[in-house]
């Protein structure tokens, strides 16, 4: 079983480009999140999904888009880069209660110039 | 609004000595409370959790944490630290709101000396 995986690994991006952050999963879960490191700010949430078809804004949206076709993709879509979009972005899954476990992916470490 | 306060963004410790972690949650509601592990170049994975019942609850790779409701603390501690268990830790909060997303705090990052 994969989990949950997110393309690309890495990537150096210029300013004022689009950019689509990819994540999928393979264990049906109802709930995706997709979340960036910072240092010293630990993990913060940009968006969610609580079930297919469904997304909700984070702490900090702006900027960033998401949509939720179907339940395993959750794309995350950076529609002109700043530099301040420079971070890793982990996404998550889980059955969706508050009380389950969040799965996460390896990461997207992305470089805004 | 929720928050989670973890103090000390570093900690060093030796090798076999007592690792605690520090975690303070700020909430209005009863929380679920979550401590995640992070190892260098991979994503988070859940070490313990609390929801209801025991307040002390066991972990992976013999973490355990205390929630105490008087102190609105979430402490993760082990007896005899190891070289493995160098990482970054993250506490978080989780409520019964529609989001039911996370709240992190901002992490601490454990060295283990030989």
């Known amino acids: 079983i994969a989990g949950i995986t997110q393309a690309p690994t890495s990537q150096i991006l210029a300013a004022g480009r689009r950019m689509t952050l990819r994540c999928t999963q393979d264990?049906?879960?109802?709930?995706m999140y997709w979340y960036r490191q910072d240092l010293g700010l630990g993990l913060r949430l940009i968006h969610y999904?609580?079930?297919?078809?469904?997304?909700g804004k984070g702490e900090v949206p702006d900027g960033y888009s998401v949509s939720r076709a179907n339940t395993d993709d959750f794309p995350l879509t950076l529609a002109s880069a700043v530099p301040s979009q420079t971070s890793v972005y982990f996404c998550?899954?889980?059955?969706?209660?508050?009380?389950?476990?969040?799965?996460f992916g390896p990461g997207t470490r992305l470089t805004v110039l | 609004a929720q928050s989670v306060t973890q103090l000390g963004s570093h900690v060093s410790v030796s090798e076999g000595a007592l690792v605690l972690l520090r975690c303070n949650y700020s909430?209005?509601?009863?929380?679920?409370l979550f401590w995640y592990v992070q190892y260098p170049n991979q994503g988070l994975q859940l070490l313990l959790k609390?929801?209801?019942?025991?307040?002390l609850v066991k972990g992976i790779n013999g973490f355990e944490a205390e929630f105490k409701k008087s102190e609105t603390s979430f402490h993760l501690t082990k007896p005899s630290a190891h070289m493995s268990d160098a990482a970054e830790y993250f506490c978080?909060?989780?409520?019964?709101?529609?989001?039911?997303?996370?709240?992190f705090g901002s992490g601490t990052r454990l060295q283990v000396q030989p």
């Open positions: 998550a899954s889980s059955e969706g209660r508050f009380t389950d476990t969040q799965y």
């Open positions: 909430s209005s509601v009863p929380p679920y």
């Open positions: 978080a909060v989780s409520l019964d709101t529609g989001r039911r997303a996370l709240t």
């Open positions: 999904s609580n079930t297919a078809g469904t997304t």
């Open positions: 264990m049906r879960h109802n709930a």
């Open positions: 609390y929801t209801t019942g025991a307040t």
